[in-house]
């Protein structure tokens, strides 16, 4: 009998440990597959409306094992993206997106701060994922230094990766981890694998915005007021001058 | 001019075909809509739908962004959710085409001839602007068409539904309360001329001036169109709260939008928006506003369609911001005025050429600034002032080649 119990014991322990060696096993594959991973980011389009283009491209052996993806772009204060817009092109999208705080649409930059977008992709076929996000400039706080533009910076997203068979990241104490939604639903936060990025500073993507001149102040408020004021009186003569008595 | 008038169609004609051509554009506009990427409907559409929908889900409609409105209107749009989407729509056509209606009973009231005024309103009926706005989705046309009947009941000496539909109206849209004057002037008991006017002290004047404001006609106006601006207020104050208040009146009091728009004051506000004088240079451009307000009420109250033209062209030319909606807040008065008008069809098509000039000079470098990314700001400013001189100067020459009615006949004094 103890030795059933034994045996017994001994199957037990050695499911236990397959499972965990399983669980260690998808845990590498997913950071194998993040190191193997690339994502870069591009704005396209002139003006205050533009198209920010996420490029991922992630190893086939991840999507088809069904990995979970999500990329979390940090946005600059310079710009914003209209919620309403992004759920009505969601429909047509490859994409879903969630926003870490509501946006006023109408704030300049400096009365505002960044904020952060949580992406969701739709469709994980084929392996290099292209996505396209409309985003709108903020008016600029006007310069006194005679530069007649100002720039905006954009750092490429996180790419972050989970699997359910993947279930205690904190072991990998050398591998970045984040919390973050498990679904665009945001009922839950689950730990995600966040691909270690590489030199800061090398794949910043800038773009340009039109900003006011400060230096002239002076001339459009004497200027404005000047042709308001003229205008105004010359209304004011010919009405007196027609008056209905 | 008779051979025109001839060639006209019957005024029932005239209303049920600009209502067909409008419905028809409603119905082309959700074609494009679902099959081009350049949307027909306007986003203000979508804003008063997604009100609407809050409403229907027992909610405030203010949880909807950018929704700056009386919650009445996103009230009235409730059937957008539980019947159709294109339901708003054809009630704003609606309005629209009961604009030209009421536009066209004015006229017969003032005195016009039939088949005249079915020219002349055709000017609104068959004008692509008011068209387009209204099956685009905007809701200016009901502001029209209160602002119309408030006209044509008092016209028709009809006080107390003047005064509900002017109630209404100011709810609505602030911009009414510009009437405000005109009216009072106009409803106060008739000045009697006096020969020996000058020997009367100031004083005994003054006192004369106001007295002439304790007028029967005047306190029942102004308490029946009180009354229906504050139950409104009150009701909807207690629904939705502040924020109903600020978000329907004190944000547009307030507004200092320093993004680009057609106002002569844009970029003097950006460069300002956080210094310290700001508030001066808030008030310095509100002035000249409100004595242009108080001349134009005074000289032509007593011919109450013009006072209300001008004082809107005025309002909108002069504002901080000014977004070309508001050009149909007179645009829709323009009709009435028009019959008056000494000036010539090649005088009127001028003006009305150096109108569409004015704004073509500031739609260039704004799109350049808005979609191409050029550091244009210099010459939408001086593009703003233009516009403003072109406003002022087509207001000098409606002025001068205006010819009121004749006034009512006067009992001789004694």
Same mark, same amino acid.
């Given at each position: 009998m103890y030795f059933e119990l034994f045996f017994v014991l001994i199957c037990l322990s050695k499911c236990y440990c397959l499972d965990r060696e399983d669980d260690q096993d998808q845990c590498a594959l997913l950071i194998k597959w993040l190191h193997s991973s690339s994502v870069s980011l591009e704005v396209s389009k002139k003006g205050f409306h533009r198209e920010v283009t996420t490029t991922v491209d992630v190893r086939p052996e991840a999507l088809s094992s069904g990995a979970s993806v999500l990329l979390l772009h940090r946005w600059p204060r310079g710009v914003f993206v209209d919620p309403y817009q992004l759920a009505s092109l969601s429909d047509h999208s490859n994409w879903e997106i969630l926003l870490d705080s509501a946006i006023?649409? !109408?704030?300049?930059a400096h009365k505002t701060s960044g904020f952060s977008t949580y992406m969701f992709p739709t469709t994980l076929l084929p392996n290099i994922l292209k996505f396209k996000i409309p985003v709108h400039g903020r008016y600029h706080e006007s310069s006194?230094? $005679? !530069?007649?533009f100002t720039s905006v910076h954009f750092e490429p997203p996180e790419l972050l990766l989970r699997t359910?068979?993947?279930?205690?990241?904190?072991?990998?104490?050398s591998y970045p981890v984040v919390d973050a939604p498990?679904?665009?639903?945001?009922?839950s936060t689950c730990s995600w694998f966040k691909k270690s990025q590489q030199q800061? $500073?090398?794949?910043i993507i800038s773009m340009m915005l039109p900003v006011g001149d400060g230096s002239a102040t002076k001339l459009v408020c004497s200027g404005t007021l000047l042709v308001t004021g003229i205008c105004s009186v010359a209304l004011s003569k010919y009405i007196l001058k027609h008056r209905i008595i | 001019m008779e051979t025109l008038l001839s060639k006209l169609p019957d005024k029932h004609v005239l209303f049920s075909a600009s209502f067909v051509v409008r419905v028809a554009l409603v119905a082309y506009g959700d074609h494009q809509d679902r099959t081009?990427?350049?949307?027909?409907?306007?986003i203000d559409y979508h804003v008063f739908t997604d009100a609407a929908r809050f409403i229907t889900q &027992?909610?405030?409609?203010?949880?909807?962004?950018?929704? +700056?409105?009386?919650p009445l209107l996103a009230w009235i749009l409730t059937p957008n959710i539980? =019947?159709?989407?294109a339901f708003g729509k054809i009630l704003f056509v609606f309005c629209d085409v009961l604009s030209g209606v009421l536009i066209y009973t004015i006229l017969c009231l003032r005195g016009l001839h039939g088949k005249t005024a079915t020219c002349v309103c055709s000017l609104w009926l068959l004008n692509p602007l008011p068209m387009g706005v209204s099956s685009r989705g905007n809701a200016e046309s009901i502001m029209a068409a209160l602002v119309l009947g408030m006209l044509l009941c008092m016209e028709a000496k009809r006080l107390v539904w003047a005064a509900v539909l002017y109630g209404l109206s100011v709810h609505m849209k602030? *911009?009414?309360?510009?009437y405000a004057l005109p009216i009072a002037l106009a409803l106060r008991a008739p000045q009697e001329g006096s020969?020996?006017?000058?020997?009367?002290r100031t004083w005994k004047k003054f006192v004369t001036f106001i007295g002439s404001f304790l007028n029967r006609e005047l306190i029942v106006f102004g308490i029946v169109s009180g009354g229906v601006f504050s139950i409104f207020t009150l009701a909807f104050y207690y629904m939705y709260g502040w924020t109903f208040l600020h978000e329907t009146y004190f944000y547009h009091l307030t507004r200092?939008?320093? +993004?680009?728009?057609?106002?002569?004051y844009f970029y003097m506000l950006y460069l300002t928006a956080?210094? +310290?004088g700001s508030q001066w240079l808030g008030l310095a451009a509100f002035l000249p506003q409100l004595i242009l307000l108080l001349v134009a009420s005074w000289s032509f109250h007593q011919d109450l369609a013009f006072a209300c033209f001008l004082n809107t062209a005025i309002f909108v030319s002069f504002n901080k911001v000014c977004t070309s909606? *508001?050009? =149909?807040w007179y645009l829709c008065l323009l009709p009435l005025i028009i019959p008056n008008l000494t000036l010539s069809v090649k005088q009127g098509l001028t003006l009305l050429l150096l109108w569409f000039a004015g704004q073509a000079l500031w739609l260039a470098p704004a799109y350049f600034l808005e979609f191409? &990314?050029?550091?244009t700001f210099v010459l939408i400013w001086l593009a703003g002032l233009l516009f403003l001189m072109v406003n002022c100067f087509v207001l000098i020459q409606i002025i001068t080649h205006y010819r009121p009615k004749p006034p009512p006949q006067r009992p001789k004094a004694e």
């Open positions: 006023d649409l !109408e704030l300049p006194f230094a $005679g !530069e007649t359910k068979k993947c279930t205690d990241l904190h072991r990998f104490e498990c679904t665009v639903s945001n009922s800061e $500073g090398s794949s | 081009m990427e350049v949307k027909y409907t306007d &027992g909610e405030s409609p203010y949880n909807r962004s950018t929704y +700056r409105y009386t539980y =019947l159709c989407m602030i *911009y009414p309360i510009t020969a020996d006017a000058k020997s009367i200092r939008d320093i +993004r680009h728009n057609f106002s002569p956080d210094s +310290r909606q *508001y050009f =149909l191409e &990314g050029y550091n």
